[in-house]
């Protein structure tokens, strides 16, 4: 995705953490520069940051972020290169002519290692590319790589969690995730929550465990991808951090920056 017309801002919030539901929350967001947040972390659980960091885990070399499947297309046929793999859904579905879809189990280390992976998907590559508008530094975050992405968001005080939910509905999946991530933040430091913030912290601490039985997962379920649903409830089974980072000609792409903490 290009971007372009991203200042620098500087912080005011203080010690706060909040979340959005839906990408769509997004749309048309645009913060006075007082008010930009800290730092970002995006979540799509079913699938599309599951799929990423199981990507980058077994030696992708980047990931690429699209919004639309043209965009995807367009910068395809424009690179042309043999080590860049065209990937996504629509739908749950890999659209026609892609080399992959989004189902994270694809994403073998003898398929992706040392490629470059465009990605466009139905939600979370446009709650991903949406999240620099409301801040300068983007962080993609999955039960499977849930503590070490905590470990760094902790460093920060103004964080907003950026759900990319179900078609513009909130993702039951997502929010829970939303929740665990403020739970192990809270228990490092003390921070002010926002409604939308409590509602998902206080639907983790009801849970306490993983519980994909919303609507996205039965539709997955449904399509097949029985395998998908339980893979992402892992908590834990991978230690990397993933971050945004701004490329030459306004791109942006997803890189590994940290593999230990």
Not at 17 to 28: A, P, T
């Amino acid at each position: 995705m290009l971007l372009s017309n991203f200042p620098n801002y500087s912080y005011k919030i203080n010690n706060q953490i909040s979340v959005y539901f839906s990408h769509k929350e997004l749309n048309g967001e645009v913060l006075p520069p007082n008010f930009l947040f800290e730092v970002s972390v995006v979540i799509d659980v079913l699938r599309a940051t599951s799929t990423i960091v199981t990507a980058l885990n077994n030696g992708a070399k980047e990931i690429i972020p699209f919004e639309e499947i043209k965009e995807a297309l367009e910068f395809k046929n424009k690179i042309n290169e043999k080590n860049l793999l065209l990937c996504g859904e629509r739908g749950g579905i890999k659209p026609e002519g892609f080399e992959l879809g989004n189902s994270p189990l694809e994403f073998t280390s003898e398929i992706v290692k040392d490629k470059s992976l465009i990605l466009t998907t139905t939600n979370g590559t446009r709650a991903f590319l949406k999240a620099f508008k409301i801040s300068n530094k983007v962080y993609i975050a999955s039960f499977l790589n849930v503590s070490s992405t905590v470990e760094i968001l902790s460093k920060y005080n103004n964080i907003a969690i950026v759900c990319a939910g179900n078609n513009g509905s909130v993702s039951y999946e997502d929010t829970q995730l939303a929740g665990f991530i403020i739970e192990k933040l809270l228990s490092k430091k003390d921070y002010s929550l926002s409604d939308s913030a409590k509602i998902a912290y206080n639907l983790w601490k009801s849970l306490k465990k993983p519980d994909f039985t919303g609507e996205h997962a039965k539709k997955l379920i449904e399509l097949g991808f029985q395998k998908d649903v339980d893979y992402c409830q892992n908590i834990d089974k991978i230690s990397i951090v993933c971050e945004g980072i701004r490329q030459p000609q306004n791109l942006l792409k997803v890189k590994i920056i940290k593999t230990k903490i």
